[in-house]
């Protein structure tokens, strides 16, 4: 009778261990970091095909805004084949892009952007619905996205502007975090994680 007291009170104890386990890990992915798969190469070199990134979402909370040269994970605002999608903050509320000769504007002043491979040209075909023109002011709210592969990004010269609630619940930057690029190569970038399913990474990638 005391050997199986014995048995029942450790199973009760294993199920408590991991019920607490499961829930701590329920309330990482929800609320301190997540990891994300990258399906597309709309973002090489920087950020290859297959690479697992982990974003953490903690600051996010402390109200740091989004600036132009992070990298961000959001839902696809058009319906494709990829549910999210990784590109590039170029420009931010109230800024004026432009793409002349394939190089991108912002104000006025041509941006150094020694990440980017390819051309930034307006592209041949935009989503249903959506009319983007140039030189175009950024709204309020929104922030103007594009992927570091010009010559294979649909970003916001094909879906437009992306509003930052899309990018994140009230979730903003901060800390270090690792993000693992490229099966043989890890990088220490600061991440900025939004929406459960939205990531900002971070602008360590700036060049």
Known sequence: MERLRSVASGLIEWVVIFAIACIFMVVVRLFV???????????????????????????????????????????????????????????????????????????????????????????????????????????????????????????SRYFGAIPEENLARPHRPGLLASFSCKRRRRARLRLRLGLPLAMLCPNALRG
Do not use: C
Request: charged residues 20%; proline residues 8%; aromatic residues 8%.
């Open 33 to 155: 970091a997540e990891p994300y798969y990258v399906p597309t190469a709309s973002m090489e070199p920087t950020i290859m095909v297959g690479d697992q990134v982990v974003g953490q979402k903690v600051t996010l909370e402390l109200g740091m805004p989004v600036a132009s040269g992070d990298i961000v994970v959001f839902r696809n605002p058009t319906t494709g084949d990829h549910d999210i999608l990784v590109k590039r903050v170029i420009a931010t509320a109230g800024q004026t892009v432009d793409l002349i000769d394939g190089v991108v504007y912002v104000d006025g002043v041509p941006l150094e952007e020694p990440y980017a491979v390819g051309y930034s040209y307006e592209l041949a075909q935009q989503a249903p619905g959506i009319s983007v023109s140039f030189p175009y002011t950024v709204p309020e709210g929104m922030v103007w996205v594009m992927g570091d592969n010009r010559d294979n990004s649909a970003d």
